[in-house]
């Protein structure tokens, strides 16, 4: 079972507030990564890192920025959240593995409202 | 064209059938393929790993054909619990510098009493 953790499950903010959604993970992934998913909808790459101090932007642009300080902290902050920002977010994590087949592992995401 | 396709859903199948979801990749060079399964409102988990020979676990079969770019998955025996989303996910980077994984838009499976 994979050992990766996101807190809060649920939050309901008002605009314009300042948010960190956590993600932890304890089996020393190198990689981790942040998804966006609307109920119904496909997930999309918003950031992912390659490791301590490395981060990249994903596929979808977002307002979001990451950090990695830690390899088994990332963090995702929203400086200043808007309704547009309401959807669940999912942190993953995995190994480097040969050839890239290592799976993905997902916390059980957060899902963010912002009224 | 997207990088990963799945056939569009839903597939509405009884109890007890066999169904098949196909996922075609466009970059040749991909290597490493996956399958997940996800709940409503839940975070995707892995279903299978898919193998160059094909690989079988359970009801589950997945199989890969890299001439034509595609994985498929086969569920035999379906069950009013294997209802969910599937979604194909590929690894396009051959020498596992990159940490970016292609994810399919997902083909929902309803299986009925």
């Known amino acids: 079972e994979a050992d990766i953790y996101q807190t809060p499950r649920y939050l309901v903010i008002g605009t314009g507030k300042k948010i960190t959604l956590e993600c932890s993970q304890t089996?020393?992934?190198?990689?981790m990564y942040w998804y966006q998913q609307d109920p119904g909808m496909e997930l999309h790459l918003i950031h992912y890192?390659?490791?301590?101090?490395?981060?990249e932007k994903g596929d979808l642009s977002s307002e979001s920025t990451v950090s990695r300080i830690r390899t088994e902290h990332f963090p995702l902050t929203l400086e200043s959240a808007r309704p547009s920002h309401t959807s669940q977010y999912l942190c993953?994590?995995?190994?480097?593995?040969?050839?890239?087949?290592?799976?993905?592992?997902f916390g059980n995401g957060t899902r963010l409202t912002v009224t | 064209r997207k990088e990963v396709e799945q056939d569009p859903g839903p597939f509405n199948v009884p109890e007890g059938a066999t169904v098949a979801f196909n996922c075609t990749y466009s970059n040749s060079a991909s290597q490493s393929f996956f399958w997940y399964r996800q709940d409503c409102r839940k975070e995707p988990k892995l279903l299978m790993s898919?193998?160059?020979s094909g690989n079988e676990d359970g009801r589950f079969t997945a199989q890969l054909n890299r001439a034509s770019q595609y994985i498929s998955l086969l569920i035999r025996d379906s069950k009013l619990s294997d209802s969910a989303t599937y979604l194909c996910?590929?690894?396009?980077?051959?020498?596992?510098?990159?940490?970016?994984?292609?994810f399919g838009q997902g083909t929902e499976l309803s299986v009925k009493p």
């Open positions: 996910v590929v690894n396009p980077d051959p020498y596992n510098q990159g940490g970016k994984l292609i």
């Open positions: 890192s390659y490791g301590v101090n490395s981060t």
């Open positions: 993953a994590s995995r190994e480097k593995g040969i050839k890239g087949n290592s799976p993905l592992h």
């Open positions: 089996m020393g992934h190198d990689k």
């Open positions: 898919v193998y160059s």
